[in-house]
């Protein structure tokens, strides 16, 4: 008898302890899922999570303000450089590029004269550039190099060819002090520059410049110095007749080895720049800290919520409600804070909840849909370049082809892209037609409405979820019958972002 009454008293004492646990876990289970505002009405704990986040996000904004004018300047700088050295260098620049590369020429004495138009510019840099351009030292200079095939002959009268295709180069370096002595007739009457244009492959001139950007200072910034590494190439690989000239500057940013700024408070300002920078890695490294403390105890929350329902239901938790604990947002507010503290730029943006779900409830069909797209796409931009080739600009290569059907699903280009086809054959002119009218009809009125019909169900689906309530899952059933009688109820709250919210809106604590 006093074994049966015991056992009971230890049955009763055991649900009494399972209870207690329950209520307790519930607890910290509304607690957790409650939103900054929330959390003070229950607790008054004071959301220093989301204060720190709106001072960072003040901070790096003002940081991100900083060097985007910054960088302003220097995009400024190198584009203007770059513009300046095309008219420095290339004979007869227009001022516009011919499709990707700068201008072209069509005779022996214009390839020559651009040649040593190249060397003389150069010779005379200091004297005839309006920047503060300078050689990079003595010993650097002008470097020509020409690639060819090796000797034969070639008489296109009787069409015969004899030449060996393996190539040959062969370079000569054209100093700064070499170029205003003898030396340079020398060498510029060499053998080097007999150009045989029929084995010239192409021609390449290559120097480098140094140059100072004195504009940052009106920005109170400290100057820096410039090293452009110039290449200009006489392209003549197709043998057609016309030699492309490409001209590209590599730019790269130094420090100043030596400089004296007089009247200036730009000093004073690096060292402000300097300190606000080290606030902002300050409250990006506390803002770590405190997301992966709020991570941590979710995943030690997470494995009371598995252990307890497993002891009392006999059940595991499904991985759904298990994900319900990781908080998306703390994890990319991590990630920003490291790619801030390294020096990265981070750029935060606020989007809806509804569209956030939406994404995520569309991304598998969408995934899917791309899929058999992409094949179709791919398949067109085959076909145009296999076929359309040969007569149209815009279907030369593979890339131009992809970007130009691209550009037509979004209804650029479009009479461009008609019109520049050859006319030389009539058979090519109708499949050209039937081509483009029956890729723009597929993708604009069909695949690109069903991209959208899938987006749109989506949407209109979680739209439904909001009005008439989610899924219920395990862990929404879980809380669903408990009351938080343990937190305060006052209906005053001294701050503006803790709005009252309608007790209608308590089943949608859980969303993400």
């Given at each position: 008898?006093?074994?049966?009454?015991?056992?009971?008293?230890?049955?009763?004492?055991?649900?009494?302890?399972?209870?207690?646990?329950?209520?307790?876990?519930?607890?910290?289970?509304?607690?957790?899922?409650?939103?900054?505002?929330?959390?003070?009405?229950?607790?008054?704990?004071?959301?220093?999570?989301?204060?720190?986040q709106i001072l960072k996000i003040l901070m790096v904004t003002t940081q991100l303000v900083f060097f985007g004018l910054s960088n302003q300047l220097v995009v400024s700088f190198k584009e203007e450089n770059t513009i300046a050295f095309k008219h420095l260098f290339l004979k007869g620049y227009s001022g516009t590029d011919e499709d990707d590369y700068s201008c072209s020429i069509y005779t022996q004495q214009d390839a020559y004269d651009s040649i040593f138009y190249?060397?003389?510019?150069?010779?005379?840099?200091?004297?005839?550039?309006?920047?503060?351009?300078?050689?990079?030292?003595?010993?650097?200079?002008?470097?020509?190099?020409?690639?060819?095939?090796?000797?034969?002959?070639?008489?296109?009268?009787?069409?015969?060819?004899?030449?060996?295709?393996?190539?040959?180069?062969?370079?000569?370096?054209?100093?700064?002090?070499?170029?205003?002595?003898?030396?340079?007739?020398?060498?510029?009457?060499?053998?080097?520059?007999?150009?045989?244009?029929?084995?010239?492959?192409?021609?390449e001139i290559s120097f480098k410049l140094k140059g100072i950007a004195l504009q940052t200072i009106h920005a109170r910034e400290l100057p820096d110095c410039y090293a452009f590494q110039n290449t200009i190439t006489f392209n003549n690989r197709a043998h057609s007749g016309k030699i492309k000239i490409y001209f590209d500057s590599d730019t790269d940013i130094q420090e100043c080895k030596d400089w004296h700024i007089f009247n200036s408070v730009l000093q004073k300002n690096t060292q402000y720049i300097l300190v606000f920078d080290g606030f902002v890695i300050l409250s990006c490294l506390a803002s770590l800290i405190l997301c992966t403390r709020s991570i941590i105890l979710a995943w030690r929350l997470q494995k009371r919520f598995v252990t307890f329902f497993l002891e009392k239901y006999k059940r595991r938790v499904c991985y759904a409600d298990r994900l319900e604990f990781l908080n998306g947002w703390y994890v990319l507010v991590i990630i920003s804070d490291v790619m801030t503290i390294i020096g990265s730029i981070l750029k935060m943006e606020i989007k809806a909840k509804v569209l956030i779900l939406t994404m995520q409830a569309s991304l598998p069909k969408v995934l899917r849909f791309c899929c058999c797209a992409g094949m179709i796409y791919l398949g067109y931009t085959f076909c145009g370049w296999i076929v359309l080739g040969p007569y149209h600009e815009k279907f030369e290569d593979l890339n131009t082809v992809a970007e130009c059907l691209f550009s037509l699903v979004n209804g650029d280009d479009m009479f461009a892209t008609f019109a520049q086809i050859q006319q030389k054959s009539s058979l090519v002119w109708m499949f050209s037609r039937l081509y483009l009218y029956s890729f723009i009809s597929l993708f604009i009125y069909m695949i690109l409405s069903l991209f959208i019909a899938l987006i749109t169900d989506s949407y209109d689906t979680i739209k439904k979820y909001q009005q008439s309530g989610f899924p219920v899952t395990d862990l929404h059933e879980f809380l669903k019958d408990h009351s938080s009688a343990g937190y305060r109820k006052d209906r005053t709250f001294p701050f503006i972002c803790c709005c009252r919210r309608q007790e209608s809106d308590d089943n949608l604590i859980l969303i993400n």
């Amino acid at each position: 008898m006093s074994l049966g009454v015991n056992a009971g008293l230890k049955n009763m004492m055991t649900q009494s302890d399972l209870d207690l646990k329950e209520t307790a876990l519930k607890e910290d289970l509304k607690f957790y899922f409650m939103n900054p505002c929330e959390k003070y009405r229950a607790r008054r704990q004071i959301p220093w999570k989301l204060a720190l986040q709106i001072l960072k996000i003040l901070m790096v904004t003002t940081q991100l303000v900083f060097f985007g004018l910054s960088n302003q300047l220097v995009v400024s700088f190198k584009e203007e450089n770059t513009i300046a050295f095309k008219h420095l260098f290339l004979k007869g620049y227009s001022g516009t590029d011919e499709d990707d590369y700068s201008c072209s020429i069509y005779t022996q004495q214009d390839a020559y004269d651009s040649i040593f138009y190249v060397i003389n510019q150069y010779r005379h840099l200091k004297n005839i550039s309006l920047g503060t351009l300078g050689y990079e030292h003595e010993e650097s200079g002008l470097k020509i190099c020409k690639q060819q095939y090796k000797r034969g002959t070639m008489l296109p009268s009787n069409d015969t060819l004899n030449i060996d295709v393996s190539t040959e180069t062969e370079c000569i370096l054209l100093k700064p002090k070499e170029l205003t002595g003898k030396k340079a007739e020398l060498k510029l009457n060499s053998s080097f520059f007999n150009l045989e244009f029929y084995r010239l492959i192409q021609l390449e001139i290559s120097f480098k410049l140094k140059g100072i950007a004195l504009q940052t200072i009106h920005a109170r910034e400290l100057p820096d110095c410039y090293a452009f590494q110039n290449t200009i190439t006489f392209n003549n690989r197709a043998h057609s007749g016309k030699i492309k000239i490409y001209f590209d500057s590599d730019t790269d940013i130094q420090e100043c080895k030596d400089w004296h700024i007089f009247n200036s408070v730009l000093q004073k300002n690096t060292q402000y720049i300097l300190v606000f920078d080290g606030f902002v890695i300050l409250s990006c490294l506390a803002s770590l800290i405190l997301c992966t403390r709020s991570i941590i105890l979710a995943w030690r929350l997470q494995k009371r919520f598995v252990t307890f329902f497993l002891e009392k239901y006999k059940r595991r938790v499904c991985y759904a409600d298990r994900l319900e604990f990781l908080n998306g947002w703390y994890v990319l507010v991590i990630i920003s804070d490291v790619m801030t503290i390294i020096g990265s730029i981070l750029k935060m943006e606020i989007k809806a909840k509804v569209l956030i779900l939406t994404m995520q409830a569309s991304l598998p069909k969408v995934l899917r849909f791309c899929c058999c797209a992409g094949m179709i796409y791919l398949g067109y931009t085959f076909c145009g370049w296999i076929v359309l080739g040969p007569y149209h600009e815009k279907f030369e290569d593979l890339n131009t082809v992809a970007e130009c059907l691209f550009s037509l699903v979004n209804g650029d280009d479009m009479f461009a892209t008609f019109a520049q086809i050859q006319q030389k054959s009539s058979l090519v002119w109708m499949f050209s037609r039937l081509y483009l009218y029956s890729f723009i009809s597929l993708f604009i009125y069909m695949i690109l409405s069903l991209f959208i019909a899938l987006i749109t169900d989506s949407y209109d689906t979680i739209k439904k979820y909001q009005q008439s309530g989610f899924p219920v899952t395990d862990l929404h059933e879980f809380l669903k019958d408990h009351s938080s009688a343990g937190y305060r109820k006052d209906r005053t709250f001294p701050f503006i972002c803790c709005c009252r919210r309608q007790e209608s809106d308590d089943n949608l604590i859980l969303i993400n």
